[in-house]
């Protein structure tokens, strides 16, 4: 797991930080369903999906720049084209695993609120 964070990069503790907070509204809205909440939660999301997107780009820039200047990249591209690929991927996995979950949790609460 710490590999799988390491190959992220930085961006991931963005996508992480936003994430749980998404997460902890989400958790806070099935406690108390208020729609007013509902608007944090969407708020935390998009700035999430935001810093997935940067994450990723912030990462194939790295990964393109680096098979341009490392003579042992150019002599096997292909590898370190999809090595860093595997490696640039990291925050949209994360982020969208941890949107998956928030998202999953405003459709209990939005439920229980009918109820």
Do not use: K
């Not at 590999?3 to 991931?12: I, L, Q, V």
């Not at 909440?37 to 969407?42: A, P, Q």
């Not at 700035?47 to 780009?57: E, K, P, Q």
């Not at 490696?87 to 999953?104: D, F, N, Q």
């Amino acid at each position: 797991m710490m590999d799988f964070f390491h190959a992220g990069g930085y961006s991931m503790w963005i996508v992480l930080g936003l994430g749980v907070g998404a997460l902890v509204v989400a958790l806070g809205l099935i406690a108390v369903p208020d729609p007013r909440r509902l608007g944090t939660v969407r708020a935390l999301t998009g700035a999430t999906l935001f810093a997935i997107v940067s994450g990723v780009a912030a990462n194939l820039t790295a990964v393109f720049h680096h098979i341009a200047h490392d003579d042992d990249a150019l002599r096997a591209p292909a590898v370190a084209l999809f090595q860093g690929l595997g490696e640039a991927l990291a925050p949209a996995v994360l982020g969208c695993t941890v949107l998956s979950i928030t998202w999953l949790l405003v459709a209990v609460a939005v439920r229980r609120d009918r109820e």
